[in-house]
């Protein structure tokens, strides 16, 4: 996709989750124009939250279905078994903006947080690979997560409200043991304490909160449990909740 469209630059990122009752983390990389971004997080059970993002690469490396991550206290090392995404484009004005999402992903590895290793095994992961030419002010809600189903299926989601989200042919998404399906609109708590069917309970939550003049940024994302309903399936799980508004 060209650098730009009219006067709107491109905005793209990867960001992968991987979501198992021990610990939740995320990592990815973006980028608006020319200026990039990268980020961990790591939330533990106990409300524990380590993060870290930077505009240099700082040991983070999202290369093909590989995740790596080299800090201080943590290292993670994750190979994904990408399949079954979800793939979407929408018009923004006179241009479009485009999303693949996969939820339920297979992931193999491990994480060592200050000393102690957490082996990772299992279709716990989700992952967003985003780009386009937004409007200059965005706002979104988004919620992604895995879990079981009440009968012991593997289950994984990608809920949104505010981008992709036209009634049909949109990224809302349910999987069930790899197989996804499209759902109908949702709608969050303002407060992200439920979405659709799903009530949540936050574990923490990774916040920023930056003015450039240019360049705006509302940002709040907790990790946490799930427990409800979607589309007739019962399910358990764990995941993130999101709301976003910027001005880029």
């Known amino acids: ?65 590989h995740v790596s991550v080299v800090a201080e206290h943590l290292r993670v090392e994750l190979e994904l078994e990408e399949r079954s995404a979800v793939e979407t484009a929408s ?18 590895g491990s994480v060592t947080l200050g000393g102690r290793k957490h082996l990772i095994d299992g279709p716990v992961a989700v992952v967003d690979d985003s780009a386009g030419y937004h409007p200059r002010h965005t706002h979104w809600k988004w ?36 197989e996804p399906r499209e759902l109908g609109p949702v709608e969050f708590a303002d407060d992200l304490s439920s979405v659709a069917g799903l009530r949540f309970t936050e574990w923490s939550t990774r916040e920023d909160h930056t003015n450039l003049l240019l360049f705006r940024s509302d940002y709040r994302q ?8 979607l589309d007739g399936v019962r399910l358990e799980g764990h995941g993130v909740m999101e709301e976003h508004q910027v001005l880029w």
């Open 143 to 178: 919620s992604a997560g895995v879990g079981r189903t009440s009968d012991g299926a593997a289950v994984g989601w990608n809920l949104v409200d505010g981008i992709h989200d036209a009634e049909g042919a949109s990224e809302r998404s349910l999987w069930v043991d790899g």
């Open 1 to 65: 996709m060209p650098g730009r469209a009219g006067r709107r630059l491109l905005k793209r990122w990867r960001y992968v989750g991987v979501f198992t009752p021990e610990l939740m983390l995320c990592v990815g990389e973006a980028r608006v124009g020319p200026l990039p971004l990268r980020w961990w997080a790591v939330a533990l059970p106990d409300g524990s939250l380590f993060e870290r993002s930077s505009n240099a690469r700082g040991g983070i490396s999202l290369e093909a279905s």
């Open 91 to 108: 018009p923004a004005g006179k241009s479009y903006t485009w999303t693949r999402k996969q939820a339920g992903v297979p992931v193999r």
């Open 222 to 229: 907790p990790f946490g449990t799930f427990e409800g309903e």
